[in-house]
């Protein structure tokens, strides 16, 4: 009878097995499933960061963050807006306005026209928020983007654009 393989072997091995199905499955894909794998993966990815090192955000989540990246850009804005803007669930942006405004980083405002529209601003505790973390997020972003020239980025937005159209006519 012969002895097992030594456990850091059969480690190994188990690892390289688990690899080399992974990378079937990511051919698989790539070709079966094609543009729709390429943005799931891209965006989960990115995410995965935030997620990982709750510090780049303070703990916010990335829905937060991204009403608050709105609002820096855009004040004004409501949550219906921002929830047509990103194509977020509703209930997942109402959410991140109430921790935003809890947290004192958002106030809600009165319309000037009137009606019921609710416009949001970031508050000055909110913008020092923002400036301090900005920075790890722009070198992530910056980091992605590197792997493309700069014809290449110039190429891809308007065809970026082009799909986010598409995308808000096919889900409505």
């Not at 019921?116 to 992605?144: E, M, S, V």
């Not at 983007?145 to 096919?170: F, G, N």
């Amino acid at each position: 009878m012969t002895a097992p393989a030594p456990r850091k072997n059969r480690r190994a091995e188990a690892h390289a097995r688990s690899q080399a199905r992974q990378e079937q499955a990511e051919r698989v894909l790539r070709e079966e499933l094609s543009l729709l794998w390429r943005i799931h993966v891209l965006s989960y990815l990115m995410v995965r960061r935030i997620n990982a090192d709750p510090r780049l955000h303070s703990g916010l989540s990335v829905v937060a963050w991204r009403v608050m990246l709105t609002l820096t850009h855009v004040p004004g804005m409501s949550a219906n807006e921002i929830t047509a803007l990103w194509g977020f669930e509703k209930m997942a942006v109402n959410r991140a306005v109430k921790e935003l405004i809890a947290r004192e980083f958002v106030r809600a405002e009165t319309d000037p026209h009137g009606g019921r529209r609710i416009p949001l601003t970031l508050t000055p505790a909110g913008q020092a928020f923002h400036d301090r973390t900005w920075p790890g997020t722009t070198t992530d972003y910056g980091a992605l983007a590197s792997a493309l020239t700069p014809e290449e980025m110039e190429t891809l937005a308007p065809l970026m654009d082009r799909l986010i159209t598409q995308a808000r006519k096919v889900t409505g």
